[in-house]
């Protein structure tokens, strides 16, 4: 695949993971930073590019239709072998297909619950599709529909939607809504994506630095479509940078997610990500940092700002260090993942000790099957 082109892939030479992800971030400033057409042109036209890791390296981080559109408006698709430019249309048509069905289903989702004096807040990738950030709705991969409610709300809103055939995905109680951000991932076998019902941004114990109350009342109409609500733009960038270093760990683990990364880009170009993260004071460092590294990783684009520090230092070392050799960054993942996983285990096993709540929702685990695949899948995953 993708070997014949147009007599410029050179399957002699070797583009390590990190070159690839680095290539790929360049290729998605285009659109903010034309001058840098050349440059790239030049890059492919040297023969340097293995596209196959190019396309491994865009698809694992969720960024492939974007790279597609990026190259196109720049007018460097002639540059592409020419299998690749088709995989890589269909692919992204595909995508657009999907996403409008997506639309349509957060469309849906969204009547039912203001039917029950519900105003859903939309999330993440549906919100930005809905918002308008990208030029192109194909540009974004959206895994789920993910919305945010009051937490008095949160039942109703499941209850709406179990009547348009929505299931959910695992068992609830008063220690999961204590710990969980949602409520059950919850499926229906004729939409096309599951949904996600927020009634907290971040995770047990971090939940309390963002006041879901606040976020609902600063909430702003989606510029695409006029009857449906998004995050303010200040917060749809704290949710952005928090749901990756808190929720998935990226802080902890030294990772870096490109997808997110460029994702903040574009919000960046509304809104001052280091104005907005400057009154975070239990979490600048750590937000701090991860502007640091989209700043690194988009070859310093002048809306990504950040403080210089040692922490910030400190933390992008790691990153880099990750990228650069993947077999260290899989071993070290999976040394943290046991550490942190174990330690949480500790945790819960000591309150069980004192906690009635806990019991009850351990024992729930315990005679829950699927709580047994799910767990096991979990460690398989990460190692």
Known sequence: MLGAGRGRLCNFLKMTYSEALFFTSKCLTLGLYPERIPEIRAEIRSGSIEWEQVVWVSTGQFVFAALYLQLKRAGLLPELPEDLVEYMEEFTTKNRERNKQIIEEAFEINSLLNKNNITPVFLKGVAHLLDGLYEDIGERMVGDIDFLVNRNELFLAAEALMKLGYKPLGKIDQNYLRQAKHYPRMT????????????????????????????????????????????????????????????????????????????????????????????????????????????????????????????????????????????????????????????????????????????????????????????????????
């Open 188 to 383: 229906n076998n004729q939409r096309t994506t599951a949904i996600e019902i927020h009634f907290e941004i971040l995770y047990y114990p971090n939940s309390k630095a963002l006041d879901c109350k606040s976020l609902i009342a600063h909430k702003k109409v989606a510029k695409s479509v006029s009857s449906m609500y998004v995050l303010s733009d200040d917060h749809q960038i704290i949710q952005n940078i928090l749901n990756v270093q808190l929720n998935d760990l990226g802080y902890y683990y030294g990772q870096s997610f490109l997808r997110q990364s460029y994702d903040l880009l574009l919000l960046s170009q509304r809104a001052n990500p280091l104005s907005v993260i400057i009154g975070f004071k239990k979490f600048f460092n750590l937000m701090n940092s991860n502007l640091a590294l989209v700043n690194k990783i988009f070859n310093n684009p002048v809306s990504i700002s950040y403080k210089n520090n040692l922490q910030t230092k400190i933390f992008i070392r790691r990153c880099l260090s990750h990228l650069h050799y993947p077999l260290l960054a899989r071993f070290s993942h999976f040394v943290l993942y046991l550490a942190n996983r174990f330690f949480n285990q500790a945790l819960f096993l000591i309150s069980l000790l004192y906690n009635g709540n806990a019991r009850k929702s351990f024992y729930a685990r315990l005679s829950d099957p699927k709580w047994y695949g799910a767990h096991i899948r979990s460690y398989k995953a990460n190692i």
